[in-house]
C-alpha cells in the first residue's frame, strides 16, 4: 500500500522521498513564523483542526495546539482514555467520524506501524503524522533541522551522530532521511540489540568514541514503554557503555552541541548537569517545535 509522504499531497505522513527544496520551504516559512510579530494571527481563521493523539504525549501534542491557536484555528483535542475507543470503536472509524463532522485536518498520532498509511487511503481530510509507532516522525525532524540550521548557518556538510535505541526511534528514522537528503552526514551508534539493521545501508554504525566526534550528538531516549522485558540493561550500565557523561562532553568537538527529543531520562542517557548545559540545545528544539508545526499545518491546508 503506498504512503503519501510529500508535503504537497494531500497528508503529511513522513519525511522519506520529500525533497530538499520542500524542506528548505517549510524551514524557512517556519522562520517567517518565529519572526511574526503577532503572536495570534487570523491565517486559519474558520478552520478545524482535531488532534487525535491514541499514544500518551506532552511536547508533541501541546506544540500542535500552540501551532494552531497562533494560526487561528479552532481546535478539536481528542483524548483515547475519554472515547469511545474504550467502548471497542476502531481508530479508522473514530476518525471517519471526526471527519464526517466536518473538521478540515487531523493530527495523528498512534501505535501500530502501517496504520497510518491506510488511514491515508481511506480519510480525505489531511493527516499530519505526530508520530506512528517506530515508523516516523517528522514534524520532530523538521524542527531538529532547524535547530541545526539555525545554530551552524547550513544544514549541507554537517555531520550527526544519533546515539541510542535506534531500533524503536521514529525520530532517528525521519531525522536520517531528512539529514541524508539536506546534504548532511549521518551516524548511528547503538547496542547491537538497539540497532535497525536495516539503516546500516543508509548510515554506517559506529563506536560512541567515533559518535563523540561529530558536530551534532543526538542523544535517544531509551524508550523502556516499547521494549521486550529484558532487552535492556540497568540504567547504570547504560549510561556507561551509551550516556553522555561529563567525562564524554569533554571529547566532543568544542563547536558541538547536544540535542535529544525528549523526554530525557536523566543520568541515563544524557547526565543531569548536561541537560540544560550551554552548549546544549534540547529547550531550543521544543520552542522551535511550534513555529515548524506551524509551517507543517499551514502547509498542508493551504
Not at 494531500?10 to 519572526?35: M, P, Q, T
Amino acid at each position: 500500500m503506498s504512503t503519501v509522504k510529500s508535503t504537497t499531497s494531500r497528508h503529511f505522513l513522513g519525511l522519506k522521498g520529500v525533497s530538499s527544496s520542500e524542506i528548505k520551504d517549510i524551514l524557512d516559512r517556519a522562520d517567517f513564523w518565529e519572526n511574526h510579530p503577532q503572536k495570534v494571527t487570523d491565517r486559519l481563521k474558520g478552520k478545524f483542526v482535531s488532534n487525535l493523539f491514541f499514544e500518551n504525549s506532552t511536547r508533541t501534542r501541546f506544540s500542535f495546539e500552540m501551532a494552531e491557536k497562533r494560526l487561528g484555528a479552532n481546535v478539536l483535542n481528542f483524548s483515547a482514555a475519554e472515547s469511545s475507543v474504550q467502548k471497542g470503536e476502531s481508530i479508522y472509524d473514530t476518525v471517519r467520524t471526526l471527519e464526517s463532522m466536518g473538521i478540515d485536518a487531523g493530527v495523528i498520532r498512534l501505535k501500530p506501524v502501517g496504520l497510518l498509511a491506510e488511514l491515508a487511503e481511506k480519510i480525505r481530510v489531511p493527516l499530519i503524522n505526530a508520530g506512528d509507532g517506530n515508523n516516523e516522525h517528522p514534524t520532530q525532524a523538521l524542527l531538529d533541522l532547524y535547530t541545526m540550521r539555525s545554530h551552524f548557518g547550513e544544514i549541507r556538510g554537517l555531520t550527526v551522530s544519533i546515539i541510542g535505541d535506534i531500533l524503536h526511534s521514529r525520530v532517528a528514522r525521519s531525522n536520517l532521511w531528512a539529514l541524508r537528503e539536506m546534504g548532511a552526514a549521518v551516524k548511528l551508534c547503538a547496542p547491537a540489540n538497539m540497532q535497525a539493521p536495516e539503516l546500516a545501508a543508509y548510515a554506517p554504525y559506529v563506536s560512541m568514541q567515533e559518535a563523540l566526534q561529530s558536530d551534532v550528538v543526538m542523544m535517544l531516549r531509551v524508550q523502556l514503554e516499547r521494549h521486550d522485558k529484558g532487552m535492556i540493561a540497568s540504567a547504570e550500565e547504560y549510561r556507561e557503555q551509551y550516556g553522555l557523561t561529563s567525562r564524554r562532553l569533554e571529547q566532543m568537538a568544542p563547536h558541538a552541541i547536544i540535542m535529544h527529543p525528549a523526554p530525557v531520562n536523566r543520568n541515563v542517557e544524557l547526565d543531569d548537569e548536561l541537560v540544560e548545559h550551554h552548549r546544549s540545545k534540547i529547550f531550543t528544539q521544543i520552542h522551535n517545535g511550534v513555529p515548524i508545526r506551524m509551517a507543517v499545518i499551514e502547509r498542508t491546508l493551504s
